[in-house]
């Protein structure tokens, strides 16, 4: 850590701050420049609060050396994570295809999502039991009953089953029904929920917060590690931008970049990155491209019918066609579909 | 709603789109240019959700006309609303300042910190029991002992208090001692909370979030209101942009804007808006000449030693001083501190 | 154009907005709601402006309903547009690699480049000549020196050049050398600049602004087009955001957007758009992947000794091999290169 | 600078990032920690391209300790710059209201303008002769004839004139009739504009960029100060984000914090900075509440005919009303209008 002292700064200042970096622990470099005063420190940082430094008299502002997160890093863990549930690898060899409806509506909505999902040759289903929604007035998910329908789906079609969880008062629920449990863009900082989930023995696929930048998202990923599980998916679901043309602006960028900084599995989700279905094929294939180890894809039997995200959702037969593309581009990268 | 088709949109897709409105209640007014068909839609939109018109083969776009939400705007009432809480009034002829500590962490510290607020002429003390940060490394609060050292300093003071709810397991607790009860920025759009929250008969402090619209924290307000709480005041604490010299931008326009939109109080964050307590003095001022019903204020006895948020806390000296200014400030925009 | 009335505006005022329309030949439909009087209006946009309806008395919004932009629009031109300059197509089956060092630095540098570029097997060359720095202290470019350079190295590889113009008074001067003239981000609404641009005969390729959102840039365009040149090329670059990781957001989506919207050739910058060269692999062939005409790349023998934009340079030996995934990702979909 | 190295960096690389600085006169301090070397690096920064450096191999970032501006901070002068010209005085303890219409439209549009403006007790007016329009198809100025009118109503009214100049090569006639030289947001980084206009021997008003940083407009100031025109007047105009209520976010930080970092003066343009004449009257009080030396106005005496941003621009009588408070405020703040 790096503290930039004022310009002017008096020599009590400058001592103080040392003072208070050696009283925990920190090795000091000084270095007084002609126009400001430097100080190095290198130590635990866990053992001091950098805006408690900040608040001393004269510190002009403090430059972090290295990353806020540990167990999430690269620096950490060398090779990459791969999550195993039965044959099924997710930030392995395989690209995997998260696909199905927004929201679990019925049996009827939800087996035919299923099937399409499958024939198309994805592996995991996706589907919304409990719906956060911008609207007091809008459908609010059918709760657990929603639960046992994809628990049921699974039954029949063999595909694996993923979900969200919003409250940490469902998580017992959620997780005895599901094989991946899902944290949203708009919970990515509910820090009570992250530390109940560390505690579940279970993958969470964490969707980057709105206005996230890769560094909190990784922090937020280390939440969960630091409780204990160490099962994350990262999920890349556009950010907000001036640009109103798209729901979001999808950050590809954070692909590769994550993939350089961290260890852990990262898919990217179109369907509520670009907010139009015309969209999700190239922008799927893009991910794929810049290395994503996976996509999540809204599929719905109807989409004009569909009690949310209609206008994102692919019908079975674009999902299909989709699923061909994808199948080249996995093969153009090296992996298997 | 006007929906607008696609340029050659056939006479079906329209027809299609014309039947689904009537279906459910609407009024259709068709005019058919040259360039577009455009379908105008008197009725009641809940009944209808405009993502699956969106959805509707050869429809371009969905214009809404009227804002989305109901209880929380000026159409359903007229006059300000005045939230009471003893002879402390929010929204009305007085300015509020509440103001206190970041995190609770001693009674030495919170007891301290009260009394100069109150001495310098506030009537509100926040500060927080529950803390949500950023890194699983740092200081998470005294949680319910934070609470009872908040009801002690009320006793004491006569100061009403104010803290964050960040848990709908605590919600309990937490209206047992608070006067006020807060919503972080962070959890604006956390429905779950918000829909626990409108059932509880205590005024809900809600700030607006960090990539919020303004009409996405009406709609928030509105998830309060829906659900039975019409007791809301809405916080402005900076939204995030591509500036980093301050923490967050301090969006004061939307003061205006949500004092001609909606009938609820609206009061400014400077020190969470800005990051730096050297800008904490302008901005209130600022704030106030915009027209915000109150200021909140984070002050410590010792900002360099706070567990949280050193560098954006006001001294007792800088508060009382400060509190002058505001008080000039008051008297000028026609109001009393 | 809808025109949607206050809640209780006056008969006077919908008759003073609906005349204006008339003495402009707008053919008007009013529809009076319960909550809102609505005025739809059809004619020649051009002969009102906007804003002004905006001022009168009692109007609340204007709901534009066809895009600003006419020549650039897919309305206006069915086909995609093909660029071709000798026997270079740019936005046809062809995907074009425009390459080479950010500034124009000696002779030795530049052809080294530009031959490392030509055996790799890009067709154009890029290369600054007068350079935009943001500070006034740094290399500024060597001017028409730099553009005679440019052409002597197109002499002996056979390379197209192109290369930046940001004054009117040099727009003579480099249309003299160069093939392609390149609006830079920053001047991406430098009307003037436009203006006098589209009275060249020479395609222009033409940057999206920083913060540009596609219509805008697409009416930046229509500047061009309106006064006669009709080769643009567009040119994706990265757009400003809260995320500093990266220099700028690469914003894919805009691609198969403006495929939508426009007929015009559309490229991107992933070297601009990132800032970093670890970043370019990746982000090129994901460009590809969604459906880019092109791809720009800043090469420079030894990146480190670069006078600008050295950490987003690829060497000769990297842009190399990237040219090979270029090429496989290129036959995928179904172009060459 | 700091310069941090990557994890792992050889001994070979952190010595050639010494040898390079050293070979620039730089004096080094070296820090080897477990995790990560630090190279500390004092000398004249200007020597070394920053970005050269992160190009090196083994290099992980560059922590610039000293702001890249130094004629525009406060380090270089300590007191507040004064702008004088006549009796009228820009940056001292007299607030100035620069007000008038978007664009010159005719002599009695203007006059009538001039005339309320005066009457109110403003001493500055602008108004547009070459106008900068986001459509080809709009209004584009009157020109040399709208700088004549100018000059007229500044014979008649006594007022100092300030207007927009866009293109190099019409900086002569401007700076023939004009007192003041307004370089508008989109132009705030056309640097060859810049270092013509460092050259002009009048007052430069440069208002930030939609998306500039505050410490690029800073820079951009630097650049009129380097080529020796150190009369500037910085005007905060708003900035884009993703809240699109109003047509910018108006960033009234930037006023103390532009306060701090330099000695130049800095007045706020609310009509763009909102677009809503509405809101022009709360954050005009705001704005000085905030610090700021003056203020720009729109004013015309009919906005609905305006012929540009009506919406946003004050009745003559508004605009009386608004200088009354403006009046109090000032002299609340302790200075004078």
Redo the contacts between chains.
Sequence with gaps: M?I?MN?GASDEAIDAVCERLQKEGFVI?L?K????T?I?A?GDK?RI?R???????GVEKI?P??Q?FKLAGR?FRQEDTVIRIGDVEIGGDQVQIFAGPCAVESWEQLIESARAVKAAGAKILRGGA?K????????QGLEEKGLQLLAQAREETGLLITTEV????SIEVIAHYSDILQVGA??M????LL?ELSRVNKPILLKRG??S????WL?AA??LM??GNHQVILCERG????????RN?????A???VK?MSHLPVIVDPSH??GK???VR??S???????ADGIMIEVHPN?????????Q?LTPTNFEALMEELR??TR?MGKTL
Tied chains: 1, 2, 3, 4.
């Excluded at 805006?51 to 008299?57: I, R, T």
């Design positions: 790096i930039v310009r470099h270095s420049g002609v126009e400001r430097i190095g290198v866990t609060d805006s408690n430094l900040e608040a001393l008299p430059v050396i290295l806020p620096d409990f956060p929604r911008t609207s007091p007035y809008a459908f919003m409250d940490p008062r708009r919970n900082q509910n820090f009570f530390k709105l206005s930048t890769i560094e909190e922090m280390e939440y630091a409780g950010i907000r931008t001036f640009e109103t043309y798209t602006t999808l950050d590809l960028s692909i590769p970049i350089q990155g670009t279905w015309q969209l190239p922008m294939k893009a991910a794929l491209a810049a290395g989409p004009s019918e569909a009690l949310c995200d209609g206008p959702s080249t581009m153009m």
